[in-house]
């Protein structure tokens, strides 16, 4: 069982940054790939990227080169550097914790967080 707690949602300009964090509770932390998902009011839950047990990551298109994810295995934490903020970029993230075949599908997560709001201002 993993427990998931989010933090470090607000407010911010657009071109900004935020660096949002996941909190893991459990001894498994470091074999999951921890992913990051946002929904936006009214949209559907929208892959962020992902980082694996390794270290390798992933993201979307959406955010490459603006995003950043990182864990810290001795912290059982996760964070995600948001840079470069846009207003599109506003939502609810989601941190998740999983063993995914496809990374990209909420459904191929296990655990989740309650989520954190992000709110870009133009």
């Known amino acids: 069982q993993v427990h998931l707690v989010e933090s470090g949602g607000g407010l911010v300009q657009a071109g900004g940054s935020l660096r949002l964090s996941c909190a893991a509770s459990g001894r498994t932390f470091r074999s999951y790939a921890m992913g990051w998902f946002r929904q936006a009011p009214g949209k559907e839950r929208d892959f962020v990227g992902i980082?694996?047990?390794?270290?390798?990551?992933y993201y979307a298109d959406s955010v490459k080169g603006r995003f950043t994810i990182s864990r810290d295995n001795a912290k059982n934490t996760v964070y995600l550097q948001m840079d470069s903020l846009k207003p599109e970029d506003t939502a609810v993230y989601y941190c998740a914790a999983g063993r995914p075949v496809r990374p990209t599908w909420a459904e191929g997560y296990d655990y989740w967080g309650q989520g954190t709001q992000v709110t870009v201002s133009s």
């Open positions: 980082i694996w047990s390794g270290g390798m990551t």
